[in-house]
T-cell receptor
Framework: GDSVTQMEGPVTLSEEAFLTINCTYTATGYPSLFWYVQYPGEGLQLLLKATKADDKGSNKGFEATYRKETTSFHLEKGSVQVSDSAVYFCALSDRNTGNQFYFGTGTSLTVIP | DAGVIQSPRHEVTEMGQEVTLRCKPISGHNSLFWYRQTMMRGLELLIYFNNNVPIDDSGMPEDRFSAKMPNASFSTLKIQPSEPRDSAVYFC??????????????FGNGTRLTVT
C-alpha cells in the first residue's frame, strides 16, 4: 500500500543554517506530494506541493522537488529562521486510493538564535 | 474564505461522558476527513467522507467512536463513552475532489480533548 517515510527528529539548527528534511514515498499509482507545517497549537497548513515528476514546489524559501526515480520529495531551505520552528509533515495523495492522504510521522524543527 | 471551523477548541470531560466534536468544512469542498493526533501515535486518519458518504472508517478505533455528515456543511465526531486514552487533538480537514485528485487538504485548528 501507499506510505510516506520521513526522517526522524527532532532537528535543531542555528539560525541561517541550511535545512534538509528527507522524505521518501511508496505509491501504487502516480501521486501528488505535499509538505505541511504545523505550528504549536495550530492545525497543519499546506507549505508546498508538486503534482508530477521533476516539479519543484516552493513557498516561503522552502523548496522540494518531486523525484520519481528515487521516490523522494526532500524539503530544503537555504537559511532557516527562528520563526521556522515547527513540525513538518510529508504527505501524498494517490488517485488510485480514492483521494486518500498518507502522512509521514512528522519532523520537529527547532531553530535557535 | 473562513477556513475549516472546529468547535470546541478545548474540551475537558470525565470518563464515561459523551463527547461531540463539530466541524464545518470549507464551502464547496466535498471531501471531509477526521484525524487524531497524539505524541505516541502521531497523526491518525479516523474516517473520511466524500459527498457526505463515509468512504473509509477503518481508522475508527472502536464502536465508541461514530461520525456523521448530515449535509455538506457539517460533520460530527462522537465518543460515547469517553475514556482517558481518547485524550488527543482531533483535527477536521476538507478538500475539493472536483478541482482534482491532487487538491490539498485544509485543516482546522483542532479540538484538544482531555478525558479525566
Amino acid at each position: 500500500g501507499d506510505s510516506v517515510t520521513q526522517m526522524e527528529g527532532p532537528v535543531t539548527l542555528s539560525e541561517e543554517a541550511f535545512l534538509t528534511i528527507n522524505c521518501t514515498y511508496t505509491a501504487t499509482g502516480y501521486p501528488s506530494l505535499f509538505w505541511y507545517v504545523q505550528y504549536p497549537g495550530e492545525g497543519l497548513q499546506l507549505l508546498l506541493k508538486a503534482t508530477k515528476a521533476d516539479d519543484k514546489g516552493s513557498n516561503k524559501g522552502f523548496e522540494a522537488t518531486y523525484r520519481k526515480e528515487t521516490t523522494s520529495f526532500h524539503l530544503e531551505k537555504g537559511s532557516v529562521q527562528v520563526s521556522d520552528s515547527a513540525v513538518y509533515f510529508c504527505a501524498l495523495s494517490d488517485r488510485n486510493t480514492g483521494n486518500q492522504f498518507y502522512f509521514g510521522t512528522g519532523t520537529s524543527l527547532t531553530v535557535i538564535p | 474564505d473562513a477556513g475549516v471551523i472546529q468547535s470546541p477548541r478545548h474540551e475537558v470531560t470525565e470518563m464515561g461522558q459523551e463527547v461531540t466534536l463539530r466541524c464545518k468544512p470549507i464551502s464547496g469542498h466535498n471531501s471531509l476527513f477526521w484525524y487524531r493526533q497524539t505524541m505516541m501515535r502521531g497523526l491518525e486518519l479516523l474516517i473520511y467522507f466524500n459527498n457526505n458518504v463515509p468512504i473509509d472508517d477503518s481508522g475508527m478505533p472502536e464502536d465508541r467512536f461514530s461520525a456523521k455528515m448530515p449535509n455538506a456543511s457539517f460533520s460530527t465526531l462522537k465518543i460515547q463513552p469517553s475514556e482517558p486514552r481518547d485524550s488527543a487533538v482531533y483535527f477536521c480537514a476538507s478538500s475539493s475532489r472536483d478541482t482534482g485528485w491532487n487538491s490539498p487538504l485544509h485543516f482546522g485548528n483542532g479540538t484538544r480533548l482531555t478525558v479525566t
